[in-house]
């Protein structure tokens, strides 16, 4: 029997270019091609910001401590999912409650959804699962009917459309994942996505520690090059240059890859495929 592999990355010769010039250049963490592959990131999605992580979980971890939980809240998510998807409830020291899937869609189901909110409910994290996006418009109405965020794990749907529109041109957190299983690949890594600014700001201290420099976005004295503060309990959770430039790659290739495997799922798969 032949073996199919879970999944691989397809690297080209350019993705190799642009990781070899990296390297050769005077940075290879928190550089320009950080905030360039964040940039490429927000024309892909829709979104107005983007913050690059180390990976997916981490992503979904600083997503989850934007909400502010508390111990006994409870957030509504995905049983069909990888771990992290109700992990990182766990570390923001709240309650994940498994909403179970429409049989139809693999998706979370709204109705099991509604079922399962209380009124210690602040949150639901649907999981667009094998780069089918969730029923959002209903989504974001029960959302919105009770009062809770919403986090979309969008780890398996970078490319996708909902509605004709990019899944960051909605409301709450989108979180992304470039492991070589997912529709593009930094080796490691992941981002979150939104458009809210003041989250926005939040979240680039949380991936570094709750550490800035920056005097013109959170306002606090300069008193030198060599002065920082630490205004939040964060954690290293940053993407570095090398691998931001192999995002940057390989989101030209996006459209491809995104019709590729959408053939795949048309049964136009052959055994013998490179790609």
């Not at 981490?58 to 934007?66: G, M, N, T, V």
């Not at 602040?122 to 965020?149: H, M, Q, S, T, W």
């Amino acid at each position: 029997m032949d073996y199919i592999p879970y999944g691989t990355q397809f690297i080209e010769e350019d993705d190799i270019a642009a990781v070899t010039e990296t390297m050769k250049s005077g940075y290879l963490t928190t550089g320009s091609k950080v905030l360039e592959f964040e940039k490429e990131l927000c024309k892909a999605t829709g979104a107005k910001y983007a913050v690059a992580v180390s990976n997916g979980t981490a992503a979904l971890h600083l997503s989850a401590l934007c909400l502010d939980l508390k111990k006994d809240d409870e957030v509504i998510v995905s049983p069909f999912t990888f771990a992290a998807s109700a992990n990182c409830i766990l570390y923001a020291n709240a309650k994940p409650i498994f909403a179970d899937i429409d049989y139809n869609t693999m998706l979370i189901s709204l109705s099991e959804t509604e079922n399962k909110i209380t009124d210690k409910t602040k949150a639901i994290i649907p999981v667009n699962y094998g780069g089918e996006v969730c029923d959002l418009d209903n989504i974001f109405r029960i959302a919105k009917k009770y009062n809770l965020a919403v986090i979309q794990d969008c780890a398996h749907s970078l490319g996708s459309m909902y509605k004709n529109k990019h899944q960051g041109v909605s409301d709450g957190l989108q979180t992304w994942s470039f492991h070589p299983v997912k529709t593009i690949t930094t080796g490691e890594g992941g981002a979150i996505t939104l458009n809210d600014e003041h989250l926005y700001k939040r979240l680039l201290k949380l991936r570094t520690h709750g550490i800035t420099r920056d005097t013109k976005i959170y306002e606090f004295e300069n008193q030198g090059d060599w002065y920082y503060e630490m205004q939040d309990l964060g954690f290293n959770y940053r993407l570095t240059d090398i691998q931001c430039a192999l995002g940057i790659s390989q989101l030209k290739k996006l459209d491809r890859f995104a019709k590729r495997r959408a053939e795949i799922t048309e049964n136009k798969y052959s055994i013998n495929c490179v790609e």
